[in-house]
């Protein structure tokens, strides 16, 4: 009798590389399409993401060799601990998350696990809250020249920061009282590698090219998800995704114009945001929920552009996942009650 040979195959492990294959093909395919998306992506990230981050990077970078993140933890320990369950330079990563936006909470988060200022769980903790959009994107860029007005700017930024807290205050019972967190609590951070007139060359050197791999990263980011919009566009796979979602928007009262800019916005946030902005509708309240929710969920491209921040350290992307979900949810929630309760942002016509 002969011998049967059965090969057990197991799917996963050829998911990747069927994607990467196939996104391969489509890159062939839609050449010229993609072309121009890898241009705008380009041009998106040299008019504002470089001139917006780059020079907080430089600035983070320099500051975690001074006091400065040493005395203030000392100064707001005694709100950071009892709130957040974080020590007090934590408080650092949340300062810094909410002025200068994505991906800096999570920077300043995993740098902090590296220079062992705070425990695994702690910097956990600080992942799934810090690392929010900036003001000056929020105000600026989605409220001012996607909306055409301020006053809606501030009303995101204000549920954007809101929910941030709330998502922080309810993280503080992740991994709480952990047995290796406990042994760390009697550990004191001192500031180490202070910058002096005799290093002050090389730690400016070191803090600039640190930035710079940050910004070519993000960048990386921004032309390969502005790519892979223009892929699902262009294919007519977009379409198809959001036909198969329109029952929930309808079942939730969305019209179905909006699914488009929200699959977009799941994918790449700016591309997202701009078609839920630009969509008419005389309830305008509609858009600024969405665009709310969308802010505080982030994107499957900053995800991926704080997995690869954090990649280099022990830290779990779980509580930056659950806490952007939540973090979307609430800022929902917070837009809706503001626009419902008060008359100054009644925007509808």
Same mark, same amino acid.
């Given at each position: ?9 197991k799917l996963k492990h050829f998911i990747l590389p069927f994607i990467l294959i196939a996104f391969t093909m489509c890159l062939v395919v839609f050449s010229n399409t993609n072309l121009v998306a890898a241009k705008n992506g380009l041009i998106l990230w040299a008019n504002s993401i470089v001139p917006s981050l780059f020079p ?136 180490? @590698?202070? &910058?002096?007139? $005799?290093? *002050?060359? !090389?730690?400016? =050197?070191? #803090?600039?090219?640190n930035s710079i791999n940050t910004i070519l990263l993000i960048g990386g980011f921004v032309v390969l998800f502005s790519v892979i919009l223009s892929i699902l566009k262009t294919s007519n796979l977009l379409n198809i995704i959001c036909t198969c979602i329109e029952p929930i928007f309808k079942f939730l009262n969305i019209p ?30 509609? @858009?600024? &929920?969405?665009? $709310?929710? *969308?802010? !505080?969920?982030? =994107?499957? #491209? ?48």
């Amino acid at each position: 009798m002969k011998k049967c040979n059965f090969y057990i195959v197991k799917l996963k492990h050829f998911i990747l590389p069927f994607i990467l294959i196939a996104f391969t093909m489509c890159l062939v395919v839609f050449s010229n399409t993609n072309l121009v998306a890898a241009k705008n992506g380009l041009i998106l990230w040299a008019n504002s993401i470089v001139p917006s981050l780059f020079p907080f990077f430089v600035a983070t970078e320099l500051l975690s060799h001074t006091n400065f993140i040493y005395y203030l933890g000392r100064i707001l320990n005694r709100f950071m601990k009892p709130i957040f369950n974080v020590r007090g330079e934590g408080s650092f990563a949340l300062i810094m998350g909410i002025i200068s936006g994505y991906p800096m909470g999570a920077k300043i988060a995993a740098n902090f696990r590296k220079n062992n200022v705070c425990t695994k769980e702690e910097c956990e903790r600080l992942l799934s809250f810090t690392n929010n959009s900036g003001p000056l994107f929020i105000i600026g860029s989605v409220g001012i020249v996607m909306f055409g007005n301020s006053s809606i700017g501030f009303l995101l930024l204000i549920t954007h920061i809101l929910a941030s807290l709330t998502v922080g205050f309810l993280f503080r019972f992740w991994k709480y009282r952990s047995k290796k967190e406990m042994n760390f609590n009697s550990y004191s951070s001192k500031p180490t @590698n202070e &910058i002096t007139f $005799s290093n *002050l060359g !090389g730690i400016i =050197g070191s #803090s600039i090219t640190n930035s710079i791999n940050t910004i070519l990263l993000i960048g990386g980011f921004v032309v390969l998800f502005s790519v892979i919009l223009s892929i699902l566009k262009t294919s007519n796979l977009l379409n198809i995704i959001c036909t198969c979602i329109e029952p929930i928007f309808k079942f939730l009262n969305i019209p179905s114009e909006f699914t488009a800019g929200f699959i977009s916005g799941i994918i790449e946030l700016t591309n997202g945001l701009n078609i839920i902005c630009t969509i008419p509708e005389k309830k305008i309240s509609i @858009n600024i &929920i969405m665009a $709310s929710f *969308l802010l !505080g969920l982030g =994107g499957i #491209s900053v995800l991926l552009q704080v997995w690869s921040t954090i990649s280099k350290t022990d830290l779990s992307i779980k509580p930056y996942i659950l806490g952007k979900i939540f973090h979307a949810c609430f800022s929902a929630f917070y837009t809706f009650l503001f626009l419902k309760n008060l008359i100054f942002f009644n925007f509808d016509i």
